[in-house]
């Protein structure tokens, strides 16, 4: 079945695709791209809805902007892993995540208090500084979804449910496209905005439910 991925998936994809997982020249643009200076200059729109803040969102990765990227995330900001994967790593399937781009706690999860694991804001954008690099690996990135809204019952705090994402990566170093598209009602992911600074929006948390969540991204 084809795998319903998630925005901080497409990190997967550049990470799988190199000689090593740690030893990558992701992390070091320069090795492709020697004369190249990454320029961003895209600012996208105010962020004053949630409809502009997704648009943005979209924009950030097909632009590959990382300037864009970042004034959309809270300095609170989460990712939860999927429960599947914080299942296979409790039944020993899986080895725990590094703890240098995992954080674990302890989180309340059908009734049941277990050891989950998140991205906090610096992990996060530590990785997407690197893939929306635009001298990095990346030749190019799109991405679309749709977002319906599920909660808002909290002042200035927003759910909503993202799903029907399509998503394609092209890497410069061999064209290897990935294309993927799940309405499944059972695989998902849920984003909560809050309303910051000048009214704008922003992500605190995201909370992954889809099929897995590999722990090199």
Same mark, same amino acid.
């Given at each position: 079945?084809?795998?319903?991925?998630?925005?901080?998936?497409?990190?997967?994809?550049?990470?799988?695709?190199?000689?090593?997982?740690?030893? &990558?020249?992701?992390?070091?643009? #320069?090795?492709? +791209?020697?004369?190249?200076? *990454?320029?961003?200059?895209?600012?996208? =729109?105010? @962020?004053?809805?949630?409809?502009?803040?997704?648009?943005?969102?979209?924009?950030?990765?097909?632009?590959?902007?990382?300037? &864009?990227?970042?004034?959309?995330? #809270?300095?609170? +900001?989460?990712?939860?892993? *999927?429960?599947?994967?914080?299942?296979? =790593?409790? @039944?020993?399937?899986?080895?725990?995540?590094?703890?240098?781009?995992?954080?674990?706690?302890?989180?309340?999860?059908?009734?049941?208090?277990?050891?989950?694991?998140?991205?906090?804001?610096?992990?996060?954008?530590?990785?997407?500084?690197?893939?929306?690099?635009?001298?990095?690996?990346?030749?190019?990135?799109?991405?679309?979804?749709?977002?319906?809204?599920?909660?808002?019952?909290?002042?200035?705090?927003?759910?909503?449910?993202?799903?029907?994402?399509?998503?394609?990566?092209?890497?410069?170093?061999?064209?290897?496209?990935?294309?993927?598209?799940?309405?499944?009602?059972?695989?998902?992911?849920?984003?909560?905005?809050?309303?910051?600074?000048?009214?704008?929006?922003?992500?605190?948390?995201?909370?992954?439910?889809?099929?897995?969540?590999?722990?090199?991204?």
């Amino acid at each position: 079945m084809t795998r319903l991925l998630t925005l901080s998936l497409l990190c997967v994809v550049l990470f799988f695709f190199s000689c090593s997982r740690r030893d &990558l020249a992701l992390f070091n643009p #320069s090795t492709y +791209f020697p004369k190249e200076v *990454s320029t961003d200059t895209a600012l996208g =729109i105010p @962020n004053t809805t949630p409809d502009n803040l997704f648009d943005n969102l979209k924009a950030a990765y097909n632009k590959k902007s990382f300037a &864009l990227y970042q004034r959309l995330l #809270s300095p609170d +900001f989460r990712f939860y892993m *999927s429960p599947s994967y914080v299942g296979a =790593i409790a @039944n020993h399937q899986v080895s725990p995540p590094d703890p240098e781009t995992w954080t674990a706690c302890t989180r309340l999860y059908n009734g049941s208090t277990t050891t989950w694991y998140y991205k906090s804001y610096e992990q996060d954008i530590n990785v997407m500084r690197k893939m929306l690099d635009p001298a990095g690996k990346a030749k190019s990135i799109n991405l679309f979804f749709q977002a319906s809204l599920l909660d808002r019952s909290r002042l200035d705090t927003l759910v909503y449910r993202i799903e029907d994402i399509e998503l394609s990566v092209e890497l410069y170093e061999f064209p290897w496209l990935v294309e993927t598209h799940e309405p499944m009602g059972s695989e998902f992911t849920t984003v909560t905005l809050i309303r910051g600074r000048d009214s704008l929006w922003q992500i605190v948390e995201w909370f992954d439910n889809t099929l897995g969540s590999e722990d090199a991204f």
